[in-house]
């Protein structure tokens, strides 16, 4: 059987470009990279495994093992080889065990910026500073515009996205904080230290998070928790004034909050990292990639429901991770096909 | 002669710390202004950018809301 292990053997000579191997500005805080794949989950992941495989330095940068489609899923049983059922993220937690185990390095970090034009791309998160190569991106699409009624007005105005950056604003003051991820959990039990009270709204009646973060959620002494619950609408003029819900089976109440911290899920591609500057995408708003899962800016992957699949398979995410790691092996090490591996 | 900048921030804010390290990595001196130990400070960055959150870049009396690169750049003359 040939393996991508006797790729490694005919590129002996290969070697970062010159001039970049010592690209750390001399403080530490700058790390080089041949791929950076954004997004933990199927696509990633599998990306990641085949660049690592192939010896080429790989990070992935993951905001959460819980955040993305599969990671939320309860129960598979249609997974090629990993007989089920098993919970999403556990069958997360073996490709990633994988993927390091071939020397990938596994960060869980929310990317906040990402500049595809340049090469090597530059990659920020709020503790680092990553150059790569190439980006491979497979971030997949649970992301959301605003879409409560009052959100997009009062956006900045009591409405925000990130309790550590604005938390501070509210101190004293009742909030609330709309999700059921585990950003959501964690932003609440942060909000725990400014506001006067924190009302978490779930519509479901259980979050996606360890047991141990929810518990320390739902018994801290300053959080109120609405399960089965709809916000219906995010009140106020110029500020924040309250927030209407609505309890399953109950009646619409108003909670006197004087800021909302959103963290819900949609269906658009997450991008948001691009800053506005995004690779070209399809009529659908999905990225647009050519066959090795290239986007328009030479040296960006997209890969997973990022595509915008007719279908949404874990299984489908996964071959795309494949095909762009082969293409990013290719194109670093200077060949101009796919040498066919197995 | 670059314009002056201030960024307004807090402590734990992701943004902020990424947005101060770009601009650390590009060799711009800025001021960095906690709003959250600042209250005055913080009713002017709620004056300036009409909004309460951070982080808040004043570059040379440009306001920039977040950590929006390529406004950055745009101010700062960087490409």
């Keep these: 059987m040939l393996e991508l292990g006797s790729l490694i053997e005919s590129n002996d000579g290969w070697r970062l470009p010159a001039g970049e191997a010592g690209g750390n500005g001399g403080d530490g805080d700058a790390t080089h990279y041949d791929v950076a794949v954004i997004g933990g989950g199927p696509a990633g992941l599998s990306a990641a495994l085949y660049t690592a495989r192939a010896g080429l330095r790989t990070i992935v940068l993951d905001k959460s093992p819980y955040a993305g489609a599969l990671g939320l899923t309860d129960k598979i049983e249609n997974y090629p080889g990993v007989p089920g059922p098993v919970r999403g993220v556990d069958l997360l937690k073996t490709m990633r065990d994988q993927a390091l185990s071939f020397g990938a390095v596994y960060i869980q970090e929310t990317v906040l910026s990402a500049d595809g034009r340049t090469t090597p791309k530059e990659i920020i998160t709020a503790s680092r500073t990553i150059r790569a190569e190439r980006l491979i991106v497979a971030t997949g699409s649970l992301g959301r515009v605003a879409s409560l009624p009052g959100e997009e007005r009062l956006l900045g105005r009591g409405v925000s996205y990130c309790a550590t950056c604005d938390g501070a604003f509210f101190t004293g003051q009742p909030v609330a904080v709309v999700g059921e991820n585990e950003e959501a959990v964690e932003e609440a039990l942060f909000l725990t230290r400014f506001a006067r009270k924190v009302h978490f709204i779930v519509k479901g009646h259980t979050v996606r998070a360890s047991a141990e973060l929810t518990a320390e959620l739902r018994e801290h002494p300053r959080v109120t928790w609405h399960e089965r619950t709809r916000v219906k609408e995010i009140l106020g003029d110029t500020r924040v004034e309250g927030i209407r819900i609505l309890p399953s089976g109950g009646s619409e109440e108003i909670l006197p909050v004087k800021g909302v911290f959103v963290y819900l899920q949609g269906n658009r591609p997450i991008l948001d990292f691009f800053q506005g500057d995004v690779p070209e995408l399809t009529p659908e708003g999905y990225v647009k990639v050519n066959e090795e899962m290239e986007t328009s800016f030479p040296g960006v992957f997209a890969v997973g429901d990022l595509t915008g699949k007719r279908v949404r398979q874990a299984v489908l995410a996964a071959a795309d991770g494949v095909l762009a790691a082969l293409a990013v092996e290719r194109q670093l090490r200077g060949r101009e096909k796919i040498r066919a591996a197995w | ?79």
């Design chain 2, 1 to 79: 002669m670059r314009p002056t900048v201030t960024i307004y921030t807090t402590p734990t804010c992701p943004h902020c710390q990424a947005a101060k390290r770009y601009l650390k990595e590009r060799g711009v001196p800025f001021r960095d202004v906690d709003v959250s130990r600042d209250r005055r400070a913080a009713m002017e960055m709620v004056r300036k950018s009409g909004q309460m959150g951070v982080p808040v870049l004043d570059i040379g009396g440009r306001i920039v809301i977040g950590f929006d690169r390529a406004r950055i750049n745009g101010l700062l003359g960087f490409h």
